[in-house]
Structures are given as structure tokens and as C-alpha cells.
């Protein structure tokens, strides 16, 4: 019995798809300003493969997980009381597949539906007050600071009989300091924030309850712009915490110290549509999902309403 809860608690933590796709995040210029009602629509579609890293708490051999995960995702900016400010609010999708040898047995597991949904508000401080379209052709930036909140909801597939879902049945919010900073046609962004979970209080038959500590975040990218929506980045994260509880007893041996690197590029296809393209993958993994990631993304941007 020990030994099966344990295995629950372990998984949890490592397969848990609010850390796969969310922890795991690279996203260059996120606090790039904008002209004032600018709107974008944004398909993406994202393949993730890769190994389990359990540090040692299981006898867990040959983990994997592969998965595809399309995302509809929309933009718009305005004026907050003052300051240039947007919003993005993203629906995910996933299909995928996990397997691993557990004492010697194959265990594979499949699983397809929605993945939370994500909302997040952006609101620049420093470098970029709100602007209509000739002002902002007339604007260079020079250093941006913002502030952003990112919340997930427990709006994805989650069934509590289940151990693996791709919903997490759990609120999560990132509160995040962003900087920017251009020379010429290179640009550094720099983000650091911190992920804090409500509880599940219905994991696995509903029964138990699973808490995660605070997971915080670093991100860096150093890009280089070609022409306007045509650039290329170098992009790495580091994340540590999120030591998961269950019922109130915690295993340290969930805590995460883990670390990425990428590369985004963009391309700028006409006046509207935008093609933007990356891969990255574990640079380091003490614990949970180590992937390699390949996304593409289409984008259509307008101003105002769309004529």
C-alpha cells in the first residue's frame, strides 16, 4: 500500500500537465508594445517527446511520454489606466501517449481532450505608454519593464478515477516581473516569476488531496531583428520548487530544479499573417518531464475591427 501511494504521489508530479506544458514555457518578446486595439489570432500546434525523470523515488525504467497539443489562442491591447496593457487568453488540446516499466511490467497509458485554459494580463510600467497607430510608427523602444499575471483555470479533462489527466482539477497563478531591453536590432528580455497552485481536493478516486508548493521561474532570450516581424531568438528557462503534498504529508524527493533551452524564429508573411517556428529541450532534469519540443504557429493580426 506504501509503495502505491507513493507511485501516485511521484506521478503526479512528473506527468502533471500543468508542469509539461506550462513550468516548461519559452516565450520570447512577451512584453513587446504594441499600437493601441491590436488584435491577433493565434494557431499553434506543439509536439512534445521525451523522457520521465524520477530521481530515484521509483523503480521506474524507460519512461516516456509523446504528445501533440494544437492551441487556439487570442490577443487584444488597450489602455489601462494609462499604461499600454493586453490580454491573451489560450484553449489547449492534447493527444497523447505515456509508457514506462514499472517492477519489470509495461505500463502504457493514452489520453485526448482539453488541457486548461490560460488567461494572462499584461500591463507595461516603464518605456511604452499607450499609443495609436501613427504615434507608435514614430516610437522606438528603448527599455521596457512590466508586470504580468498569468492565471490557468481547471477548465480541462479531468477524471478523478484516473491518475493521469490532462486537466489538473487545481487553479494556478503566475504573478511575473518582465524587462526588455533594445540596442539597434537586438533585443534582451528577461522574466522572473513565481507559480502558486490551489489544492486538488479531489485526486485519485476523489478521496485524497494533493497540494504543490510554489514553483519559481527565470526566463532569457537574446534575439535579433532582420525586419519588422522577422527575427530570431535564442531562448532558456530555469524553474525549481513545486514539491508536492499529499493528504498533508509532503515527499522531497518531488521537488523540481530543471532548466531548458530553445530557439524562436518569425517570419512576417504579408500585412496581417505572421509564421513563427521553435524548438527547445532539457538542458537539465532533476525531476519530471524532460522533452523535446517543435511548435509551429500561424498568426493573423489587424487593427481595430478586421475589414
Known amino acids: 500500500m506504501r509503495l502505491a501511494l507513493k507511485l501516485v504521489w511521484v506521478v503526479a508530479a512528473a506527468i502533471c500537465p500543468l508542469q509539461i506544458l506550462l513550468?516548461?514555457?519559452l516565450s520570447p518578446?512577451?512584453?513587446t508594445i504594441t499600437p493601441l486595439h491590436a488584435n491577433a489570432v493565434t494557431l499553434t500546434y506543439g509536439f512534445y517527446d521525451g523522457s520521465l525523470q524520477f530521481n530515484g523515488a521509483l523503480p521506474v525504467t524507460n519512461a516516456t511520454g509523446k504528445y501533440n497539443v494544437?492551441?487556439?489562442?487570442i490577443y487584444h491591447s488597450f489602455n489601462m489606466f494609462g499604461h499600454f496593457a493586453n490580454i491573451v487568453a489560450a484553449l489547449p488540446y492534447a493527444v497523447g501517449h505515456f509508457e514506462g516499466d514499472f517492477r519489470q511490467e509495461d505500463v502504457r497509458i493514452y489520453r485526448s481532450g482539453?488541457?486548461?485554459s490560460?488567461?494572462?494580463?499584461?500591463?507595461n510600467l516603464k518605456g511604452g505608454p499607450p499609443m495609436e497607430v501613427p504615434e507608435f510608427h514614430k516610437w522606438h523602444q528603448k527599455t521596457l519593464i512590466g508586470l504580468s499575471l498569468k492565471v490557468v483555470a481547471p477548465t480541462g479533462q479531468y477524471d478523478p478515477t484516473k491518475l493521469i489527466n490532462w486537466g489538473a482539477n487545481k487553479w494556478a497563478f503566475k504573478p511575473e516581473l518582465g524587462y526588455s531591453q533594445r540596442w539597434g536590432k537586438v533585443v534582451l528580455d528577461a522574466y522572473l516569476g513565481v507559480w502558486f497552485f490551489t489544492p486538488n481536493d479531489s485526486y485519485f478516486t476523489?478521496?485524497?488531496?494533493?497540494?504543490?508548493?510554489?514553483?519559481?521561474?527565470?526566463?532569457?532570450?537574446l534575439s535579433y531583428d532582420w525586419k519588422t516581424r522577422t527575427w530570431v531568438s535564442l531562448d532558456g528557462n530555469f524553474w525549481f520548487g513545486g514539491e508536492t503534498s499529499l493528504n498533508g504529508v509532503s515527499n522531497i524527493d518531488t521537488r523540481q530544479t530543471s532548466s531548458r533551452v530553445g530557439v524562436t524564429g518569425s517570419l512576417r508573411l504579408d500585412k496581417h499573417q505572421s509564421l513563427k517556428l521553435s524548438y527547445s529541450n532539457g538542458a537539465y532534469a532533476r525531476f519530471g518531464g524532460d522533452y523535446n519540443n517543435l511548435s509551429v504557429a500561424w498568426q493573423w493580426s489587424w487593427i481595430g475591427r478586421p475589414r
Do not use: C, K, M
Open 114 to 116: 482539453l488541457v486548461d
Open 70 to 73: 494544437p492551441v487556439f489562442s
Open 23 to 25: 513550468a516548461q514555457d
Open 118 to 123: 490560460t488567461y494572462r494580463l499584461a500591463v
Open 29 to 31: 518578446r512577451a512584453y
Open 206 to 221: 476523489g478521496r485524497n488531496e494533493l497540494t504543490q508548493a510554489p514553483i519559481g521561474a527565470f526566463e532569457g532570450h
